[in-house]
């Protein structure tokens, strides 16, 4: 059973003129988009979310998912979301919020140094708003594959040309992704609750 739209609302290309400055370099084109939905990551297929229609989606509009159900190491997505670029949730473990405080030398990023890859309230450790909660756009910074969630690895893995992330989205050192994985603006509406695609600056 599946609540989530598998609808595929690819990004109008129109629409670019309005994408913001930070997040424009982060469209990959339309050959990327169709690679990260062909290697989509596995959904978890019980989490119930409310979306708006493709178009709507497409054009920007934010999206309500509902992470009730969603249980520490799984992954929600990806979620078509935030102009139509797909979205993953995670839920982590206490162990792993714990192990992504620790210094990793292996990171190419770990503090987030590039302020274009989060909103300000994602630069810390876990990039993200709550340390237990992930959202991140699933799309490669190398050529805009989708990474796959390996849970039991603590990672995601985008099989295209072999790039790994840590479940901060945070890229591993030699590597062909030169980034982190990007955090869309996104708030918690109630505890179980996010709206993606808005907070305080993107309303
Ligand atoms: S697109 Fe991900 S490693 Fe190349």
């Given at each position: 059973m599946s609540d989530v739209e598998t609808d595929d609302p690819r990004p109008d290309e129109g629409d670019a003129?309005?994408?913001?400055?930070?997040?424009?370099?982060?469209?990959?084109?339309?050959?990327?988009?169709?690679?990260?939905?062909?290697?989509?990551?596995?959904?978890?297929?019980?989490?119930?979310?409310?979306?708006?229609?493709?178009?709507?989606?497409?054009?920007?509009?934010?999206?309500?998912?509902?992470?009730?159900?969603?249980?520490?190491?799984?992954?929600?997505?990806?979620?078509?979301?935030?102009?139509?670029?797909?979205?993953?949730?995670?839920?982590?473990?206490?162990?792993?919020?714990?192990?992504?405080?620790?210094?990793?030398?292996?990171?190419?990023?770990?503090?987030?140094?590039?302020?274009?890859?989060?909103?300000?309230?994602?630069?810390n450790r876990w990039r993200s708003r709550k340390p237990e909660i992930g959202v991140y756009e699933g799309l490669c910074t190398h050529l805009g594959c989708s990474p796959k969630f390996r849970g039991e690895e603590n990672s995601f893995f985008c099989v295209c040309h072999g790039s790994v992330f840590d479940l901060a989205g945070r890229v591993f050192k030699n590597k062909p992704a030169p980034d982190n994985l990007p955090v869309p603006p996104y708030r918690f509406e109630t505890e179980n609750l996010i709206v993606i695609g808005e907070d305080e600056e993107h309303a």
């Open positions: 003129g309005n994408v913001d400055k930070t997040r424009r370099r982060l469209l990959v084109g339309s050959t990327a988009i169709v690679g990260g939905i062909g290697v989509a990551g596995a959904a978890i297929p019980f989490v119930k979310s409310w979306n708006p229609s493709a178009k709507a989606r497409a054009l920007g509009a934010p999206i309500e998912v509902d992470i009730s159900k969603l249980n520490p190491g799984e992954m929600l997505g990806p979620i078509p979301a935030w102009r139509g670029r797909p979205v993953f949730v995670i839920r982590r473990t206490p162990e792993t919020v714990e192990q992504l405080a620790s210094d990793n030398p292996e990171l190419a990023d770990p503090e987030s140094k590039n302020e274009e890859m989060q909103p300000a309230y994602a630069k």
